[in-house]
């Protein structure tokens, strides 16, 4: 089943990579006719170059499809190292301060001393908390807090994102990991599916609790390498 996976990736991905490059030629020559209708002089040139404003909007929308389709696709191999959380999370919780600020959101993160270490390929696991948090910011349109905690449970390593926003009807919450299930008028519903395999790929888990009015935790149990 593994291997017949990795060949149905590995031909969706070729699919995908093939209308990457018929789109890019679209969007090349829809530039070009841009140009052309710079100036509009009548109502005629101004709804044409209405439309093609309108359609080049598309094919880029349907670029950033392909793009983060083929990150879902591609997730298999990983290079992992040893890493403490405290410093994923503080690079984070910076990262994303001065946006947060702005918003009325205060961020905060917590990790319990001595955790252990985990095994971690850091470009992409960060790729899941900025995922997580960038939501957790959609979810407070009008301020709130957002809360990283990290902890040991067991023998897990356990990671809450925490937030005080909208939260999700329980319906929702139960099928948010699904590929192409967005409440967002601009997603497309692989952020968060690919949030989780990639911590399936690091042999982990990620669970989500959620109460409307009450905001959203996000649970990712991982393995300590230590």
């Not at 910011?137 to 902890?151: N, S, V």
């Amino acid at each position: 089943m593994h291997q017949q996976y990795l060949e149905l990736a590995e031909l969706a991905g070729g699919f995908i990579h093939e209308i990457k490059n018929h789109l890019n030629t679209l969007s090349l020559n829809l530039q070009l006719l841009a140009e052309d209708f710079e100036a509009p002089e009548t109502p005629r040139e101004r709804r044409a170059a209405d439309r093609v404003g309108k359609l080049t909007d598309e094919c880029r929308r349907l670029v950033d499809l392909s793009n983060d389709f083929l990150r879902y696709a591609r997730i298999a191999d990983l290079t992992t190292m040893p890493t403490h959380l405290d410093d994923v999370l503080g690079r984070m919780a910076d990262f994303l301060g001065p946006t947060a600020r702005a918003q009325n959101i205060d961020v905060d993160w917590h990790v319990e001393p001595d955790l252990p270490r985990v095994a971690l390929d850091v470009e992409l696991f960060e790729k899941v908390l900025l995922n997580l948090m960038l939501n957790a910011e959609d979810a407070m349109p009008d301020g709130g807090a957002l809360t990283l905690q990290a902890r040991a449970e067991g023998n897990e390593v356990v990671l809450d994102v925490i937030d005080t926003g909208c939260g999700m009807e329980p319906g929702l919450a139960a099928k948010i990991f699904e590929p192409f299930l967005t409440t967002k008028a601009t997603g497309n519903g692989l952020g968060l599916a690919t949030a989780k395999k990639i911590v399936l790929a690091h042999g982990g888990s990620i669970a989500v609790q959620s109460e409307p009015g009450r905001g959203t935790k996000f649970t990712i149990r991982l393995k300590p390498s230590d």
